[in-house]
């Protein structure tokens, strides 16, 4: 079937800011009193919602969050870059392309600013803020769709988390999953995505899907 829009996942999929996210995230759980390392944090966190983030970590110290906030940024600033081949990929794409993150729209701007890749969303980048439910469940990448008037099953997701790759199978859409992120792809794949490894073959993948 034909490939009318790609769906992007920011993080991890365009910018590699889930190895920050985590180091940060974890250190700062740790210093709640929280017996977690990176491992349990990429498990159970990576790819969710703020919402989910927030109604999993609870009460905080007055600070804790604003502190939290200001080393995540400071660490984003000096590190943050595009994922490896992503940029090549974009430019070899022939399919009209959007970005759907479970980020704040704030956050997934500056950091497709940070890595010179907002211009090639404008317009077209969605968030969980915008529907009533972010990933795992469908409505972010159904709103997406019906935004840029695509059929669910004439779109392909491009994710790195089982919160992602799930939101992906519950709309009705086909999924590339990347196996080169924090996430072992037997668990993405066990999900129903399609594992890829270097992003700079996402367009001849979605080529492959059209077939």
Not at 190 to 205: I, K, M, Q, S, V
Request: aromatic share 6%.
């Amino acid at each position: 079937m034909a490939v009318d829009l790609v769906i992007f996942d920011c993080d991890g999929v365009l910018v590699d800011s889930e190895p920050i996210s985590v180091r940060v995230g974890t250190a700062a759980l740790r210093r709640l009193g929280w017996s977690i390392d990176e491992t349990e944090y990429i498990e159970r966190f990576v790819g969710c919602t703020n919402d989910y983030w927030e109604e999993q970590v609870g009460e905080t110290p007055p600070g804790w969050r604003e502190q939290l906030r200001a080393e995540y940024m400071a660490a984003v600033k000096a590190e943050l870059c595009a994922v490896r081949g992503i940029e090549e990929a974009l430019d070899r794409l022939a399919v009209p392309s959007c970005v759907a993150s479970n980020g704040r729209h704030s956050v997934i701007r500056h950091s497709l600013e940070l890595v010179g890749l907002a211009g090639r969303f404008d317009g077209r980048v969605f968030s969980a803020e915008d529907v009533a439910r972010g990933k795992p469940e469908p409505d972010l990448f159904l709103h997406a769709a019906a935004t840029l008037g695509a059929e669910p099953e004439r779109c392909v997701v491009v994710e790195d988390s089982p919160f992602g790759v799930t939101a992906a199978m519950r709309a009705g859409m086909r999924c590339l999953a990347f196996a080169g992120g924090l996430i072992p792809g037997d668990r993405l794949a066990g999900l129903g995505a399609t594992l890829f490894h270097d992003p700079a073959t996402l367009p001849e993948l979605i080529t492959s899907l059209e077939r």
